[in-house]
Nanobody
């Protein structure tokens, strides 16, 4: 099994910045795509950004130019640098990883518990 632990959430004023981190641990054989999702109050969970093992990235239109996703393959970490935050970014942010726990184990998606980001106006 792969465990994901997010950190870095909190309360910030509009225009401020936060950096989220997600550490993958446990029985990790291989990690593919790593991503961040978020779920705002009364909203469905949505993809924020994703990054392949080779470093290719994709972003939701709402965060392009403000958020940056990165990863450290040696440490099994993924990060989300969030700048110019606005109240619409308020949500629980979830780390999502496509990984395998063994050479003969199938890849599956793993989710973290989430970290709250609140942006005040």
């Amino acid at each position: 099994q792969v465990q994901l632990v997010e950190s870095g959430g909190g309360l910030v004023q509009a225009g401020g910045s936060l950096r989220l981190s997600c550490a993958a641990s446990g029985s990790i054989f291989s990690i593919g795509i790593m991503a961040w999702y978020r779920q705002g109050p009364g909203k469905q969970r949505e993809l924020v950004a994703k990054i392949t093992s080779g470093g290719s990235t994709n972003y939701a239109d709402s965060v392009k130019g403000r958020f940056t996703i990165s990863r450290d393959n040696a440490k099994n970490m993924v990060y989300l640098q969030m700048n110019s935050l606005n109240p619409e970014d308020t949500a629980v942010y979830y780390c999502n990883v496509l990984g395998s726990s063994g050479r003969y184990s199938a890849f599956r998606y793993y989710w973290g518990q989430g970290t709250q980001v609140t942006v005040s106006s």
